[in-house]
């Protein structure tokens, strides 16, 4: 079993920023592609940044410039830095994960942005 645990959400005002974390753990032999998304209430969940296990990166245009992902292979942890926070960032971010062929996604952890 794999568990993908998400950490770093909160509160935080317009132009601030936070640093998501998420951590893999369990029976894990290899991770390839990790990512964020979001679901903000009403809305569809949504891709904001993808990582490959070479390091390659694709982010969702309304973060580009704002957001960065990052991962530790040897920890089996992956990273969503925050930058210049929106209204509109406001959501449940999730972390999913490719682990060993199968997908995984974590529980999420909220994200809310105030004016």
């Known amino acids: 079993q794999v568990q993908l645990v998400e950490s770093g959400g909160g509160l935080v005002q317009a132009g601030g920023s936070l640093r998501l974390s998420c951590a893999a753990s369990g029976r894990i032999f290899s991770i390839n592609d990790m990512g964020w998304y979001r679901q903000a209430p009403g809305k569809q969940r949504e891709l904001v940044a993808l990582?490959?296990?070479?390091?390659?990166?694709n982010y969702a245009d309304s973060v580009k410039g704002r957001f960065t992902i990052s991962r530790d292979n040897a920890k089996n942890m992956v990273y969503l830095q925050m930058e210049s926070l929106k209204l509109e960032d406001t959501a449940v971010y999730y972390c999913?994960?490719?682990?060993?062929?199968?997908?995984?996604w974590g529980q999420g952890t909220q994200v809310t942005v105030s004016s």
């Open positions: 990582i490959t296990n070479g390091g390659t990166t």
């Open positions: 999913k994960g490719q682990v060993d062929s199968l997908w995984w």
